[in-house]
């Protein structure tokens, strides 16, 4: 089992940053490739950003390509999502997710993931 745990979330204000985290524990592997997924009230979980085990492959929804980064310390077993210039339509919760695989790959669909955090909440007032 992994465990993952976001922290980072908050009330920012529009045009503001946050950095988000997630901490994995457990059967944690450096390997495993990782995502940022959010839902908002009322919609369904959608694709944020997605990272290779390396760290060196990395995907973005085009909603927020250019505000976001995610990347990884794998010796932390640690993922991070920079989000700068936040918009009014980026408050949701966030979760981060795992899938138990090795390889070179990156996923964005969430079915595609194994493991999942209980997410944070950003908050965006305009």
């Known amino acids: 089992q992994v465990q993952l745990v976001e922290s980072g979330g908050g009330l920012v204000q529009a045009g503001g940053s946050l950095r988000l985290s997630c901490a994995a524990s457990g059967r944690t592997s450096s390997r495993y490739p990782m995502g940022w997924f959010r839902q908002a009230p009322g919609k369904e979980r959608e694709f944020v950003a997605a990272?290779?085990?390396?760290?060196?492959?990395?995907d973005y929804a085009d909603s927020v390509e250019g505000r976001f980064t995610v990347s990884r310390d794998n010796a932390k077993n640690t993922m991070y999502l920079q989000m700068n210039s936040l918009k009014p339509e980026d408050p949701a919760v966030y979760y981060c997710?795992?899938?138990?695989?090795?390889?070179?790959?990156?996923?964005?669909?969430?079915?595609?993931?194994?493991?999942w955090g209980q997410g944070t909440q950003v908050t965006v007032s305009s």
């Open positions: 990272i290779n085990w390396s760290g060196l492959r990395t």
């Open positions: 997710a795992a899938k138990y695989i090795s390889g070179g790959y990156i996923y964005t669909r969430t079915y595609e993931y194994d493991y």
